[in-house]
Every structure is written in structure tokens, then in C-alpha cells.
């Protein structure tokens, strides 16, 4: 009889352990902060223009164009890799379609915007370390009907890299390619033990 419930307490620990691991592997594909841009029912890392999506306390949302603005713009494009931004406003301006299962989660996003071109050394390399409000609601005038899009320049960054920053080499286009981390001043390889499919996304 002990033998068994030593068995059985081993099993619920293994499952107690694989139940965690598949946890720990779904809510760590994304980190507050992570963006990307929707095109028409498209999310793929080459879209350079679209609705910006935010991924923000474990769910994706998008963002308010009230208080938006070309830095704002241009942080949100250089994240995700690109040298600045062209244009921004709401999507509908652009005529493309709204994420139709998501609702607005931040806004008043407002970054430095004196010089979009050397809004780098002002510190917004990320969108969340521009002021913002996140208490969204109908009350601040706030709904999906006023979520943002960017144009991003097509042209990816190749100077003044930030920490953090990941560019594709040796590939046949902007897509594809040897995934590189610039952490510390320095460009490096990415080791691909327990690197996944949630990582390359």
C-alpha cells in the first residue's frame, strides 16, 4: 500500500510539473510592452503598416490616437525594428480593417516628439517608457473606433542599435535569416537550446 501511494504521489507531481511547464510556456510568449501591427487579418513581422497591437497584463489590446503622436509613431516602429515612422492615424483612415476581438487598452501615448529621427537618444525605445494612461474606458473617449495605425519606413535600423534590439542576417530577404541580439554594446548569436516556436513569433 505505500508503495502505491508513493507511486501516486509521484505521478501527481509529475503532472503538478508538466501542468506548470505548459502554464509558464503559454503566458511567456509575450511580455508587457511586446507590440505588432495587424494588416487585414495579417501579423506577420514583415507588415510595416497597420493597427498597432499592444500586448499589455496578459491580453492584446490596441491603442487610443488621443494624445498619439509622429514620436509615439516612430517608437512604436523602431521596436519593431524599423528606422521611423512615415504617418499615423486612425485605422480607418488608411481603410484597413480593426482586430475585431480586441478592445483599446491604453491611451494618451505620447512620446518626445522634437526630432523623430534622433528620438533615440531620448530614451523611447520602447512605447510603455513614453507616458500613457491605462484606465481606458467610453468615459475618456476612448473606443475601437479611435485605434491607432502606423506607417512605418521600410528601412530597418542599421545604426545606433538599441539594447534588445534583434535583426535577421545572411537571408534571402528581410523575413528570413541568422537571428542576431544586440545586448552591451555588441551584436551576438542566439543559442537555440529551449529556444521555441512562442520565440521566433
Known amino acids: 500500500l505505500s508503495a502505491d501511494l508513493h507511486n501516486m504521489r509521484r505521478t501527481q507531481s509529475f503532472l503538478i510539473i508538466i501542468i506548470a511547464l505548459v502554464l509558464s510556456t503559454t503566458f511567456a510568449q509575450y511580455?508587457?510592452?511586446?507590440i505588432r501591427l495587424?494588416?487585414?487579418?495579417s501579423i506577420s513581422i514583415t507588415n510595416v503598416e497597420g493597427v498597432i497591437q499592444l500586448f499589455l497584463d496578459e491580453k492584446w489590446g490596441t491603442i487610443c490616437?488621443?494624445?498619439?503622436?509622429?514620436?509615439?509613431?516612430?517608437?512604436?516602429?523602431?521596436q519593431l525594428?524599423?528606422?521611423k515612422a512615415q504617418s499615423y492615424n486612425v485605422y480607418s483612415k488608411y481603410h484597413f480593417q480593426y482586430p475585431n476581438s480586441l478592445q483599446p487598452i491604453v491611451?494618451?501615448?505620447?512620446?518626445?516628439?522634437?526630432?523623430?529621427?534622433?528620438?533615440?537618444?531620448?530614451?523611447n525605445l520602447h512605447i510603455l517608457r513614453c507616458p500613457y494612461i491605462h484606465n481606458v474606458d467610453e468615459g475618456n473617449g476612448c473606443n475601437t473606433s479611435q485605434a491607432v495605425a502606423v506607417v512605418c519606413d521600410s528601412e530597418l535600423i542599421?545604426?545606433?542599435?538599441?539594447?534588445?534590439?534583434?535583426?535577421?542576417?545572411?537571408g534571402n530577404g528581410p523575413s528570413t535569416g541568422f537571428a542576431e541580439f544586440y545586448l552591451h554594446d555588441i551584436w551576438g548569436t542566439i543559442c537555440d537550446k529551449n529556444f521555441q516556436q512562442a520565440a521566433a513569433d
Open 38 to 41: 495587424y494588416l487585414n487579418g
Open 31 to 34: 511580455n508587457n510592452g511586446d
Open 158 to 170: 542599421t545604426e545606433d542599435p538599441y539594447e534588445g534590439q534583434i535583426r535577421l542576417i545572411d
Open 81 to 83: 525594428g524599423f528606422l
Open 65 to 78: 490616437v488621443d494624445g498619439f503622436n509622429i514620436g509615439s509613431a516612430a517608437a512604436a516602429c523602431r
Open 107 to 123: 491611451t494618451d501615448v505620447s512620446c518626445n516628439d522634437d526630432d523623430q529621427n534622433n528620438y533615440a537618444k531620448s530614451g
